[in-house]
């Protein structure tokens, strides 16, 4: 049995033909797989895997601070947003107002349809005010 020496938390049966096999399942596939197989044999990646993990430690903390913006669902304004929580749709305010007092009480079902109706009436009091002026 052995530790994995990316994360150090699964513990793995070496296999008796693969020597090299140093790494948990899901580190294999989401780390050395996904990003350094084109770059190192499993030899390599092994003998470096210090550094490499310090690069990709410094490369993942520098993707995660580039922000973008987009337009909120609700209100159309636009929010920020990084590669974190780049699944979020709604500004902080529409959040706090529309989703919140409904968190751990609503499916995501029901949570998407509140959106939309919120969506709806800010769009219905958009156009009439509009329609006033």
């Given at each position: ?17 693969k ?19 084109s ?20 490369h ?71 329609v006033?002026?």
């Amino acid at each position: 049995m052995r530790t994995c020496q990316w994360c150090q938390l699964e513990t793995i049966k070496e296999p008796a033909s693969k020597s090299w096999f140093f790494l948990c399942n899901k580190c294999f596939h989401e780390i050395y797989a996904d990003y350094y197989r084109s770059i190192f044999t499993p030899e390599e990646f092994r003998r470096n895997i210090d550094i490499i993990k310090s690069i990709h430690e410094i490369h993942e903390k520098k993707k995660n601070e580039i922000e973008f913006t987009k337009p909120c669902y609700i209100c159309g304004e636009d929010f920020t947003y990084n590669n974190e929580n780049k699944f979020k749709t709604l500004c902080n305010d529409c959040y706090k107002e529309h989703c919140l007092p409904f968190r751990g009480k609503v499916t995501s079902a029901e949570m998407a349809e509140i959106i939309n109706k919120a969506k709806k009436t800010r769009e219905e009091a958009s156009n009439t005010l509009l329609v006033e002026k």
